[in-house]
């Protein structure tokens, strides 16, 4: 990657939170799965920095060739099937950033994910978040904020889960939380951040 798109890459990962948090969680030299890649630049990024083994599932298939023009290997698949073909335990690390919220089955996806993944890492917008409880309390409405800002028709959203939502399938599943990240704007929230926090970045394993 030349001086310049490393320094556009760097500079996109870092504009955005839960690939800033994902980016530190990921250890420098392991294999990288990351599941809804978009254009690649997490994984474009993990490479130049962390000298990972990066590869990437991605269905849109334009954003799929913006991304191996980045140089990162990405096939075009569903996530929802995408990752059947893996031998267990294929990657330290599979990543689902900001998309398990738009899976159909999202049980099926995490189990899938940890199959295949020794480690777990998963972003997701909290619906717990106080903005979102008084849009749905004083509107009687689906609720449409910032954070969620589609009408209920026409929302990529399938399941709305908060921070408390996502401990308790961990610990009905028996899955392991390693560490757990709740941000509100660019900052850390460590109290009631089912309350208070944005966005979650979970890495479990099993």
């Known amino acids: ?33 990351d ?4 254009e690649g630049e997490l994984l474009a990024w993990l490479r130049e920095f962390k000298n990972v083994d990066a590869r990437g599932v991605e ?9 191996i023009a980045k140089g990162v290997s990405v096939y075009q698949g569903d996530l929802e099937s995408g990752l059947r073909d893996y031998p ?4 330290d690390f599979v990543i689902l950033s900001q998309t398990l919220q738009e899976m159909h089955k999202p049980i099926g996806v995490l189990r899938e994910m940890l ?23 004083l509107s009687g409405r689906a609720p449409k904020t910032s954070l969620f800002p589609h009408n209920w028709y026409d ?22 939380i390693e560490s757990r990240i709740c941000l ?21 394993r099993r």
Request: proline content about 4%; hydrophobic content about 45%.
């Open 1 to 33: 990657m030349s001086p310049k798109a490393a320094a556009e890459v760097n500079s996109f990962v870092l504009s955005r939170r839960d690939y800033a948090m994902i980016a530190g969680i990921v250890s420098p030299g392991s294999t990288v799965l």
């Open 35 to 38: 599941l809804g890649c978009g």
């Open 59 to 67: 269905i849109d298939g334009a954003k799929v060739r913006k991304a």
């Open 88 to 91: 267990d335990q294929s990657f």
């Open 115 to 137: 199959r295949v993944g020794a480690h777990v890492v998963v972003s997701f917008p909290n619906f717990g978040h106080w903005t979102v409880r008084l849009a749905h309390l």
């Open 155 to 176: 929302s990529p959203n399938l399941h709305f889960l908060t921070v408390d939502d996502f401990v308790f399938l961990c610990r009905k599943e028996g899955w392991q």
């Open 184 to 204: 509100q704007a660019d900052r850390e929230v460590r109290r009631l951040p089912n309350l208070f926090a944005e966005m979650a970045v979970f890495s479990i």
